[in-house]
């Protein structure tokens, strides 16, 4: 008797302990050994993954209705078939690819910021964070070494390679002073003496004070497209291109310039400019 009650007890231990097994297969859990995100201001404690639902546990952050997007291992958009929401400390995803969730962005508008999260689904959790700064602009914050692969630094270092040839290129069109024909406007592109340092200004005579005034950026990037306003004919139009000169400062203006590569002069406002 006493046999059998101690079987009877084995089966039962044994089905409890076999449900658990099994129900626990189904759930993966990650921590990581570093959770601060940003100044300390937001941690990811963990993330829990089980059938179509994924839990990011954080603290800190004050999210509500605020945008997320989702990606894979290689940080491919997962698209728009997921329910989500913020509550109590839980990022809660549900969609029939949560448990292929391996990546996030967070888009805090609130607080000018995007934060990029990578590697949940490891204890290799990376991260950066696109924030505003009142005095330069977006900059990105984190450890991009450990954020992005091997394969995707050589990729991006080809990348600002091409990009910094082309702004060469760009500029190159450019350089050099340009007056208006009534001779009280000018753009002045130059280059510092070993060519690393690329500026452009745009100058105004002041005939009281005779002085030029104006404004002037150091550029960090062109690129020039085609010309698609209505201001000009469209036989003058099919010749110009846009060069926009993207401002270091980001929290400044870019400048715009019209280039007419038929007749290599400058064109706005109504007035031409030549090259000196």
Request: net charge negative; aromatic share 14%; charged share 25%.
């Amino acid at each position: 008797m006493k046999l059998k009650a101690f079987l009877i007890m084995a089966g039962l231990w044994m089905g409890l302990f076999g449900l658990t097994a099994c129900g626990g297969a189904d759930v993966r859990t990650y921590q990581y050994p570093e959770t601060a995100v940003l100044f300390n201001d937001f941690h990811i404690k963990k993330t829990v993954y089980s059938p179509g639902v994924m839990k990011l546990y954080y603290r800190g952050g004050q999210f509500k209705d605020t945008p997320i997007r989702c990606y894979d291992a290689n940080f491919e958009d997962l698209g728009d078939q997921f329910e989500y929401s913020f509550q109590n400390g839980v990022l809660t995803v549900q969609a029939d690819f949560a448990e292929q969730i391996s990546g996030l962005t967070i888009e805090d508008k609130d607080h000018d910021t995007v934060y990029h999260l990578r590697y949940l689904d490891s204890t290799q959790f990376a991260w950066l964070a696109d924030t505003l700064w009142l005095d330069y602009g977006m900059m990105t914050m984190g450890d991009e070494a450990r954020y992005y692969s091997d394969a995707e630094r050589q990729a991006q270092a080809e990348r600002e390679s091409a990009e910094h040839e082309q702004t060469r290129d760009v500029f190159a069109l450019l350089e050099g002073t340009w007056i208006s024909e009534d001779g009280l406007q000018k753009y002045v592109f130059s280059t510092d003496a070993d060519g690393s340092e690329l500026r452009a200004a745009e100058l105004w005579r002041n005939e009281t004070e005779q002085m030029w005034n104006g404004w002037e950026l150091c550029v960090e990037s062109a690129f020039q497209t085609p010309y698609f306003g209505g201001e000009y004919s469209e036989d003058v139009a099919e010749h110009l291109q846009e060069i926009v000169l993207g401002n270091s400062n980001h929290a400044a203006a870019d400048l715009h310039v019209l280039y007419d590569t038929q007749n290599e002069v400058i064109l706005g406002s109504g007035l031409t400019y030549h090259r000196e």
